[in-house]
Protein backbone atom coordinates (compact mmCIF):
# COMPACT_ATOMS: atom_id res chain seq x y z
CA UNK A 1 0.00 0.00 0.00
CA UNK A 2 1.25 3.50 -0.81
CA UNK A 3 1.13 4.55 2.78
CA UNK A 4 3.21 2.11 4.09
CA UNK A 5 5.34 2.57 0.83
CA UNK A 6 5.44 6.50 1.74
CA UNK A 7 5.44 6.15 5.44
CA UNK A 8 9.68 6.17 6.28
CA UNK A 9 9.58 8.86 3.35
CA UNK A 10 7.52 10.90 5.84
CA UNK A 11 9.37 10.00 9.00
CA UNK A 12 12.98 10.86 7.36
CA UNK A 13 11.23 14.63 6.36
CA UNK A 14 9.79 15.34 9.52
CA UNK A 15 13.43 14.85 11.04
CA UNK A 16 15.05 17.41 8.48
CA UNK A 17 16.13 21.64 9.96
CA UNK A 18 14.18 22.75 7.58
CA UNK A 19 10.83 21.09 8.90
CA UNK A 20 11.83 20.76 12.69
CA UNK A 21 12.89 24.67 12.80
CA UNK A 22 9.28 25.39 12.16
CA UNK A 23 7.64 23.40 15.15
CA UNK A 24 9.41 23.55 18.66
CA UNK A 25 8.56 19.92 19.60
CA UNK A 26 8.95 18.66 23.10
CA UNK A 27 10.30 15.46 22.42
CA UNK A 28 11.46 13.01 19.58
CA UNK A 29 8.35 12.86 17.23
CA UNK A 30 6.59 9.75 16.53
CA UNK A 31 4.77 9.51 13.19
CA UNK A 32 2.03 6.56 12.20
CA UNK A 33 -0.49 6.27 10.19
CA UNK A 34 -3.78 8.04 10.80
CA UNK A 35 -6.37 7.86 8.22
CA UNK A 36 -6.80 7.92 4.21
CA UNK A 37 -9.01 9.12 1.58
CA UNK A 38 -9.18 8.86 -2.05
CA UNK A 39 -6.95 11.32 -3.16
CA UNK A 40 -4.83 11.77 0.25
CA UNK A 41 -2.81 10.48 3.37
CA UNK A 42 -3.19 11.51 6.16
CA UNK A 43 -0.36 10.48 9.06
CA UNK A 44 -0.12 11.62 12.94
CA UNK A 45 3.06 13.13 14.04
CA UNK A 46 2.94 13.30 17.72
CA UNK A 47 6.04 14.71 20.01
CA UNK A 48 5.21 14.96 23.58
CA UNK A 49 1.42 16.04 23.78
CA UNK A 50 1.47 17.95 20.53
CA UNK A 51 -0.30 16.59 17.82
CA UNK A 52 -0.35 17.11 14.55
CA UNK A 53 -1.84 15.78 10.84
CA UNK A 54 0.29 15.59 8.58
CA UNK A 55 -1.31 15.10 5.21
CA UNK A 56 -0.23 13.97 1.87
CA UNK A 57 -2.43 15.21 -1.23
CA UNK A 58 -2.29 11.96 -3.90
CA UNK A 59 -4.47 13.99 -6.53
CA UNK A 60 -7.19 16.35 -7.50
CA UNK A 61 -10.64 15.52 -7.86
CA UNK A 62 -10.94 19.13 -9.18
CA UNK A 63 -8.33 18.72 -11.50
CA UNK A 64 -6.15 21.49 -10.28
CA UNK A 65 -2.35 21.84 -10.96
CA UNK A 66 -1.73 22.72 -6.78
CA UNK A 67 -4.71 20.92 -4.96
CA UNK A 68 -2.71 20.98 -1.59
CA UNK A 69 -2.10 24.75 -1.83
CA UNK A 70 -5.62 24.86 -3.04
CA UNK A 71 -6.90 23.05 0.60
CA UNK A 72 -4.30 24.94 2.58
CA UNK A 73 -5.61 28.45 1.35
CA UNK A 74 -9.02 27.20 2.15
CA UNK A 75 -8.85 26.11 5.67
CA UNK A 76 -6.76 29.50 6.16
CA UNK A 77 -9.89 31.66 5.28
CA UNK A 78 -12.24 29.88 7.08
CA UNK A 79 -9.93 29.59 10.36
CA UNK A 80 -12.15 32.74 11.47
CA UNK A 81 -15.24 30.09 11.71
CA UNK A 82 -13.02 28.22 14.79
CA UNK A 83 -14.61 24.88 13.58
CA UNK A 84 -12.16 23.78 11.18
CA UNK A 85 -8.69 23.10 11.29
CA UNK A 86 -5.92 25.64 11.29
CA UNK A 87 -3.28 25.12 9.21
CA UNK A 88 0.52 24.87 10.18
CA UNK A 89 2.70 24.37 7.40
CA UNK A 90 2.80 23.88 3.57
CA UNK A 91 5.18 21.94 1.04
CA UNK A 92 3.80 22.04 -2.60
CA UNK A 93 7.59 21.35 -4.05
CA UNK A 94 7.23 17.88 -4.26
CA UNK A 95 10.79 17.74 -4.06
CA UNK A 96 11.92 15.40 -0.67
CA UNK A 97 8.21 13.76 -0.95
CA UNK A 98 6.52 13.15 -4.92
CA UNK A 99 3.39 14.60 -3.43
CA UNK A 100 1.96 18.07 -1.58
CA UNK A 101 2.10 18.04 2.10
CA UNK A 102 0.06 20.05 4.88
CA UNK A 103 0.71 20.02 8.21
CA UNK A 104 -3.00 20.69 10.09
CA UNK A 105 -4.40 20.70 13.59
CA UNK A 106 -5.22 17.42 14.66
CA UNK A 107 -8.64 17.24 16.22
CA UNK A 108 -9.32 14.17 18.82
CA UNK A 109 -12.63 12.40 18.87
CA UNK A 110 -14.90 10.48 17.05
CA UNK A 111 -17.43 10.89 13.77
CA UNK A 112 -20.95 12.10 13.73
CA UNK A 113 -23.39 10.08 15.31
CA UNK A 114 -26.77 10.51 13.07
CA UNK A 115 -28.79 9.65 16.16
CA UNK A 116 -27.65 12.61 18.94
CA UNK A 117 -25.03 14.75 16.36
CA UNK A 118 -27.89 16.53 14.28
CA UNK A 119 -27.72 20.02 15.95
CA UNK A 120 -24.16 19.56 16.41
CA UNK A 121 -23.47 19.37 12.91
CA UNK A 122 -26.13 22.13 12.09
CA UNK A 123 -24.48 24.79 14.12
CA UNK A 124 -20.96 23.95 12.81
CA UNK A 125 -22.03 24.22 9.63
CA UNK A 126 -24.22 27.70 10.49
CA UNK A 127 -20.65 29.14 11.57
CA UNK A 128 -18.64 28.10 8.15
CA UNK A 129 -21.79 29.59 5.92
CA UNK A 130 -22.33 32.83 8.43
CA UNK A 131 -18.61 34.20 7.10
CA UNK A 132 -18.43 36.88 4.29
CA UNK A 133 -15.57 37.22 2.39
CA UNK A 134 -14.64 39.98 0.00
CA UNK A 135 -13.93 39.67 -3.71
CA UNK A 136 -10.31 39.32 -3.28
CA UNK A 137 -10.78 37.06 -0.53
CA UNK A 138 -12.34 34.47 -2.03
CA UNK A 139 -10.90 34.93 -5.59
CA UNK A 140 -8.57 31.66 -5.63
CA UNK A 141 -12.05 29.37 -5.03
CA UNK A 142 -13.61 27.70 -7.61
CA UNK A 143 -16.87 29.56 -8.59
CA UNK A 144 -19.94 27.83 -9.49
CA UNK A 145 -23.16 30.57 -10.14
CA UNK A 146 -25.03 28.42 -11.76
CA UNK A 147 -24.82 24.94 -9.50
CA UNK A 148 -27.28 22.70 -11.10
CA UNK A 149 -25.73 22.93 -14.75
CA UNK A 150 -22.35 22.94 -13.41
CA UNK A 151 -23.25 19.37 -11.75
CA UNK A 152 -24.90 18.43 -14.78
CA UNK A 153 -21.60 19.14 -16.80
CA UNK A 154 -19.43 17.55 -13.87
CA UNK A 155 -21.72 14.50 -14.16
CA UNK A 156 -21.02 14.31 -17.92
CA UNK A 157 -17.83 14.52 -17.35
CA UNK A 158 -17.84 11.46 -15.25
CA UNK A 159 -19.96 9.72 -16.97
CA UNK A 160 -18.01 9.62 -19.77
CA UNK A 161 -15.70 7.31 -17.92
CA UNK A 162 -18.19 4.66 -17.40
CA UNK A 163 -19.99 4.40 -21.13
CA UNK A 164 -16.24 4.02 -22.27
CA UNK A 165 -15.75 1.07 -19.81
CA UNK A 166 -16.13 -2.12 -21.52
CA UNK A 167 -16.68 -3.65 -17.90
CA UNK A 168 -19.37 -1.40 -17.32
CA UNK A 169 -23.05 -2.73 -16.81
CA UNK A 170 -25.32 -1.91 -19.77
CA UNK A 171 -28.57 -1.40 -17.97
CA UNK A 172 -26.72 1.03 -15.10
CA UNK A 173 -25.70 3.35 -18.47
CA UNK A 174 -29.48 3.01 -19.97
CA UNK A 175 -30.12 4.49 -16.45
CA UNK A 176 -27.96 6.97 -16.49
CA UNK A 177 -28.75 8.56 -19.71
CA UNK A 178 -32.61 8.63 -18.43
CA UNK A 179 -31.18 10.17 -15.38
CA UNK A 180 -28.94 12.79 -17.41
CA UNK A 181 -31.96 13.32 -19.65
CA UNK A 182 -33.87 14.51 -16.44
CA UNK A 183 -31.13 16.54 -15.50
CA UNK A 184 -31.46 18.33 -18.67
CA UNK A 185 -34.50 19.46 -17.88
CA UNK A 186 -34.31 20.47 -14.45
CA UNK A 187 -31.16 22.57 -14.48
CA UNK A 188 -33.06 24.90 -15.67
CA UNK A 189 -34.90 26.00 -12.42
CA UNK A 190 -31.52 27.15 -11.10
CA UNK A 191 -32.72 30.36 -12.37
CA UNK A 192 -34.35 30.76 -9.24
CA UNK A 193 -30.98 30.57 -7.72
CA UNK A 194 -29.07 32.49 -10.04
CA UNK A 195 -32.42 35.27 -9.33
CA UNK A 196 -31.43 35.47 -5.44
CA UNK A 197 -27.86 34.30 -5.10
CA UNK A 198 -26.66 33.16 -1.89
CA UNK A 199 -22.60 32.21 -2.41
CA UNK A 200 -20.58 31.57 1.09
CA UNK A 201 -17.51 29.13 0.99
CA UNK A 202 -18.72 25.55 1.12
CA UNK A 203 -17.50 21.79 1.86
CA UNK A 204 -19.38 20.02 -1.34
CA UNK A 205 -18.78 16.71 0.06
CA UNK A 206 -19.49 16.75 3.92
CA UNK A 207 -20.98 13.55 5.65
CA UNK A 208 -20.76 11.91 8.98
CA UNK A 209 -16.68 11.36 8.53
CA UNK A 210 -16.18 14.84 7.85
CA UNK A 211 -17.86 16.07 11.36
CA UNK A 212 -15.51 15.45 14.84
CA UNK A 213 -17.20 15.34 17.68
CA UNK A 214 -15.93 15.83 21.05
CA UNK A 215 -18.42 15.37 23.97
CA UNK A 216 -15.82 16.32 26.46
CA UNK A 217 -14.26 19.26 25.22
CA UNK A 218 -18.14 20.16 24.11
CA UNK A 219 -16.59 20.78 20.06
CA UNK A 220 -17.55 19.34 16.71
CA UNK A 221 -15.51 20.44 13.93
CA UNK A 222 -15.97 19.87 10.02
CA UNK A 223 -12.28 18.51 8.63
CA UNK A 224 -11.65 17.00 5.04
CA UNK A 225 -11.46 20.50 2.82
CA UNK A 226 -10.85 18.84 -0.22
CA UNK A 227 -13.04 20.16 -2.85
CA UNK A 228 -14.22 23.53 -1.25
CA UNK A 229 -15.54 26.59 -3.81
CA UNK A 230 -17.75 29.25 -3.55
CA UNK A 231 -21.19 28.68 -4.07
CA UNK A 232 -24.92 28.11 -2.74
CA UNK A 233 -24.80 26.94 1.20
CA UNK A 234 -27.85 24.91 0.34
CA UNK A 235 -25.78 21.99 -1.52
CA UNK A 236 -23.92 21.53 1.47
CA UNK A 237 -26.70 20.66 3.22
CA UNK A 238 -28.96 18.83 0.73
CA UNK A 239 -25.62 16.64 0.35
CA UNK A 240 -25.33 15.60 3.64
CA UNK A 241 -29.19 15.00 4.23
CA UNK A 242 -29.61 12.54 0.75
CA UNK A 243 -29.13 8.63 1.56
CA UNK A 244 -25.76 7.90 -0.50
CA UNK A 245 -24.19 10.59 2.01
CA UNK A 246 -26.08 8.99 5.13
CA UNK A 247 -26.25 5.28 3.87
CA UNK A 248 -21.70 5.79 2.60
CA UNK A 249 -20.25 5.44 5.98
CA UNK A 250 -22.91 4.46 8.52
CA UNK A 251 -25.74 3.01 6.70
CA UNK A 252 -28.32 5.44 7.99
CA UNK A 253 -31.28 6.37 6.49
CA UNK A 254 -32.72 10.20 8.13
CA UNK A 255 -36.27 10.59 8.54
CA UNK A 256 -38.11 13.43 7.98
CA UNK A 257 -38.65 14.55 11.20
CA UNK A 258 -34.20 14.42 11.55
CA UNK A 259 -34.39 16.36 8.33
CA UNK A 260 -36.13 19.16 9.79
CA UNK A 261 -34.30 19.21 13.22
CA UNK A 262 -31.18 19.73 11.13
CA UNK A 263 -32.85 22.82 9.40
CA UNK A 264 -34.09 24.29 11.98
CA UNK A 265 -31.03 24.03 14.20
CA UNK A 266 -29.03 25.58 11.06
CA UNK A 267 -31.36 28.57 10.82
CA UNK A 268 -31.37 28.76 14.38
CA UNK A 269 -27.88 29.62 14.33
CA UNK A 270 -26.57 30.91 10.93
CA UNK A 271 -26.38 34.74 10.82
CA UNK A 272 -29.10 36.88 9.23
CA UNK A 273 -29.09 36.59 5.49
CA UNK A 274 -32.70 37.33 3.57
CA UNK A 275 -32.02 33.95 1.28
CA UNK A 276 -32.34 31.61 4.96
CA UNK A 277 -36.56 32.18 4.48
CA UNK A 278 -36.05 29.88 1.34
CA UNK A 279 -33.76 27.45 2.27
CA UNK A 280 -35.94 24.26 2.83
CA UNK A 281 -36.95 25.08 -1.13
CA UNK A 282 -33.41 25.18 -2.11
CA UNK A 283 -31.93 22.24 -0.11
CA UNK A 284 -35.05 19.97 -1.93
CA UNK A 285 -33.79 21.27 -5.66
CA UNK A 286 -30.38 20.86 -4.82
CA UNK A 287 -31.27 16.81 -3.72
CA UNK A 288 -31.81 15.40 -6.84
CA UNK A 289 -28.10 16.97 -8.25
CA UNK A 290 -26.62 15.46 -5.69
CA UNK A 291 -27.69 12.19 -6.24
CA UNK A 292 -26.95 12.89 -9.59
CA UNK A 293 -23.59 14.46 -8.55
CA UNK A 294 -22.93 10.39 -5.96
CA UNK A 295 -23.75 7.75 -8.28
CA UNK A 296 -21.84 9.58 -11.32
CA UNK A 297 -18.79 9.79 -9.17
CA UNK A 298 -19.14 6.15 -8.22
CA UNK A 299 -19.69 5.61 -12.03
CA UNK A 300 -16.05 7.12 -12.48
CA UNK A 301 -14.58 5.72 -9.14
CA UNK A 302 -15.67 2.02 -10.41
CA UNK A 303 -13.85 2.38 -13.21
CA UNK A 304 -10.56 3.31 -11.34
CA UNK A 305 -10.75 0.52 -8.64
CA UNK A 306 -11.20 -1.90 -11.29
CA UNK A 307 -7.78 -0.80 -12.81
CA UNK A 308 -4.62 -3.07 -11.37
CA UNK A 309 -2.34 -0.78 -9.83
CA UNK A 310 -4.02 1.33 -8.53
CA UNK A 311 -2.18 3.55 -5.81
CA UNK A 312 -5.12 4.05 -3.27
CA UNK A 313 -8.01 1.53 -2.55
CA UNK A 314 -10.57 1.10 0.27
CA UNK A 315 -12.54 -2.47 0.13
CA UNK A 316 -15.38 -0.88 2.03
CA UNK A 317 -15.47 2.40 -0.40
CA UNK A 318 -15.96 -0.21 -3.50
CA UNK A 319 -18.37 -2.17 -2.14
CA UNK A 320 -20.10 0.67 -1.85
CA UNK A 321 -20.14 2.28 -4.80
CA UNK A 322 -20.86 -1.06 -6.65
CA UNK A 323 -24.25 -0.84 -4.52
CA UNK A 324 -24.94 2.70 -5.71
CA UNK A 325 -24.52 1.57 -9.24
CA UNK A 326 -27.18 -1.04 -8.70
CA UNK A 327 -30.09 -0.89 -10.94
CA UNK A 328 -32.69 -0.87 -8.17
CA UNK A 329 -30.88 1.68 -6.77
CA UNK A 330 -30.42 3.90 -10.16
CA UNK A 331 -34.29 3.69 -10.40
CA UNK A 332 -35.13 5.46 -7.38
CA UNK A 333 -33.27 8.72 -8.61
CA UNK A 334 -36.31 10.87 -9.69
Not at 97 to 119: A, F, N
Not at 134 to 153: G, M, N, Q, R
Request: net charge negative; glycine share 2%.
Amino acid sequence: MLAEKLLDQVKDYVLQNCFTSVFDFDQEVAVSFLAQGEYNLNYLLQSGAQKYVFRINTGSQMDLDNQIAYEYKALHLLSRSRVTPRTYYLDDTKQEIPYGILMMEYLPGVSLDYRCDLVKAARTLASVHGLEFTADEVEFLVKESEPFTAIYHEASRLLEKYYACPQANPQAVRLFEKIMARAEERKKAEQYLMADPWLRVINTEINSSNFIVNEQAETCFLIDWEKPIYGEPAQDISHFLIPTTTLWKRDYALSYEEEDLFISAYLNDLSPCPQAITLRERVEMFKFFNLLRAVSWCAMAWTEYIKPGRPLSNQDTFTKIEQYLEPDFLKKIQ
